[in-house]
């Protein structure tokens, strides 16, 4: 009856070890989650963050861009109507 008991104490002892490292592993492996979600929620503020700045600031500028161009566009379409002599080479 003794040894029975020795022996259950024993299992007790190696399962509570086991628990042990168990509770370690479960600890690391939460840390590395943690760790794996912060770096994903910066990675998507890295990408996310130009994307919003240049929705907010661009309009402007490409809305002067685009008026430069319609100045140009008039006398491109004058300068298309003239002919530009060009230059031949004599050999």
Same mark, same amino acid.
């Given at each position: 009856m003794e040894e029975n008991?020795?022996?259950i104490y024993q299992k007790i002892d190696k399962q509570t070890e086991l628990l042990e490292q168990i509770a370690q592993s479960v600890k690391k492996?939460?840390?590395y989650i943690l760790v794996g979600r912060i770096l994903s929620i910066i990675r998507l503020i890295i990408? &996310? &963050?130009?994307i919003i700045l240049a929705i907010i600031y661009?309009?402007?500028y490409i809305k002067k861009a685009v008026d430069k161009v319609k100045e140009v566009i008039p006398q491109l379409e004058e300068l298309k109507g003239l002919k530009i002599p060009q230059e031949?080479?004599?050999k």
């Open positions: 008991i020795n022996n492996t939460q840390r990408i &996310a &963050a130009p661009l309009p402007p031949t080479s004599e």
